[in-house]
């Protein structure tokens, strides 16, 4: 069991790195947040910082939505995802192995980039630890939320409007608790207790994306 | 290698969007025996197929295989009409993750369908055939007993096709299975033919 998920996770890096995943686009993506808002709202430093650490949240929110679509479909084209649930393995497995590889290969090395971008933005330098750690963690609950939206529009083409509607939702405790994380920093309170829920979120999404995402895949094979 | 496997099918019924494709097929293969599907285009052969592999569900009846423990499924390789390779990855790479997928073995696995030499170009090179070879080298690769194939001659050329038969043939002798949907002439020494959709 442990062999054959070793093995998934191998060929999903692989792959990634191979035909370039959804980073590439994600990532610049997040570098024309970083070049446009400045122009669009103006050159005042202090507007900035105070913006940047939740332009930083929307921007990652938004990029790795951009790669959700394109998770599940092109197993489903080819015929993997047949061979996939064959085996003895859970799907549920399968589906969470699926989403740890996205988030190893796109939310996460963006999570690491993020927040010194923000600093571009005139962040806090004193804030920068909390949006890393809070970002690093989110962005877990990210891919997998994501996932579920990979998997309902798996066998749709241009299904990538539809997963934005369904997981945009999800995605709003995500990014409120990231948020304030960043900015209670600014305050008298610690950034503890939003940290301590966006990593509840995450865990729960641990637990809950792999089996909505298997149920929803699923449906077509069936 | 394997021994008294019976794969049976009683009574046993598929629906596709709500159309029933074939009822009260009955059949029974045991180990060492071929059975080649044959019938017109639409008449549930690769629906079958699918069906054993654990890929749809049966409206009636029920699948079973005596003399072994384990799911159907787990022991079955099943070659459709998608063959699961990616194109970014190279000719061994695709092998080699399914083979650790599956828990087999790729040592020589790419020697009978003659891919040793293109085993390392990009599997977005290959011809329709190659492809076809590609998938069909799973079936070396990864030691199950039944092999669901659905169409496997479809783009092999003549050696390629006969590479496929003596592959088929000693499978067949170390006590495996074979179903096979076909509209080509398998050639092995002992098949029966298996008429699905012939009654309506």
């Given amino acids: 069991m442990g062999q054959s998920l070793k093995a998934l996770l191998a060929r999903e890096v692989l792959l990634a790195r191979k035909q370039g995943g959804g980073l590439g686009a994600a990532l610049s993506f997040l570098l024309a947040v970083i070049v446009l808002v400045p122009l669009a709202v103006g ?3 202090a507007l900035l910082s105070r913006l940047a650490a939740g332009l930083m949240w929307l921007a990652l929110l938004l990029a790795v939505l951009l790669t959700a679509d394109r998770m599940f479909q092109q197993d489903l084209d080819d015929g993997s995802l047949d061979l996939l649930t064959m085996g003895a393995l859970p799907f549920e497995l399968i589906t969470l192995t699926k989403a740890i590889a996205h988030w190893l290969m796109v939310s996460l090395p963006l999570a690491l980039i993020a927040p010194p971008l923000a600093l571009m933005m005139n962040l806090d330098v ?4 909390v949006l890393w750690l809070s970002m690093i963690t989110g962005s877990l609950a990210l891919s997998l939320l994501a996932s579920i939206g990979g998997a309902i529009t798996a066998g749709l083409r241009r299904g990538g409007l539809l997963v934005s509607i369904l997981i945009l939702p999800l995605y709003v405790p995500v990014l409120i608790f990231g948020v304030s994380a960043t900015t209670l920093m600014m305050g008298p309170q610690t950034a503890t207790p939003s940290l301590l829920i966006l990593l509840a979120i995450t865990l729960l999404s641990l637990v809950v994306a792999p089996l909505a995402s298997a149920a929803a895949l699923r449906t077509y094979l069936r | 290698m394997w021994k008294d496997l019976v794969l049976e099918a009683k009574s046993l019924a598929c629906e596709r969007g709500g159309r029933t494709i074939f009822r009260e097929l009955n059949f029974a293969v ?7 599907l044959r019938g017109p285009n639409g008449a549930g052969k690769s629906s079958l197929l699918r069906l054993i592999a654990g890929l749809n569900r049966a409206a009636e009846g029920a699948l079973t295989l ?3 423990t384990h799911e159907i499924a787990e022991l079955s390789h099943y070659i459709g009409h ?3 390779i990616k194109p970014a990855l190279s000719v061994r790479e695709n092998l080699d993750f399914w083979s650790h997928f599956m828990g087999g073995n790729t040592q020589n696995a790419l020697v009978p369908f003659k891919l040793e030499r293109l085993a390392d170009d990009e599997a977005a090179l290959l011809s329709e055939g190659q492809r076809r070879r590609l998938a069909l080298s799973r079936l070396i690769a990864v030691k199950r007993p039944i092999w669901l194939l659905d169409e496997p001659t479809v783009g092999l050329d003549v050696t390629a096709l006969d590479d496929l038969r003596k592959v088929m043939q000693s499978h067949l002798n170390s006590g495996g299975l074979i179903i096979a ?3 080509a002439t398998l050639g092995l020494a002992k098949i029966s033919t298996l008429a699905i959709g012939t009654t309506h």
Avoid: C, I, M, R
């Avoid at chain 1, 004193?126 to 630890?129: F, R, V, Y």
């Fill in chain 1, 126 to 129: 004193a804030s920068l630890p």
């Fill in chain 1, 43 to 45: 050159p005042d430093l």
């Fill in chain 2, 181 to 183: 949907a076909t509209h």
């Fill in chain 2, 30 to 36: 045991k180990s060492g025996e071929a059975v080649e």
């Fill in chain 2, 82 to 84: 998608q063959e699961a």
């Fill in chain 2, 66 to 68: 005596g003399g072994a």
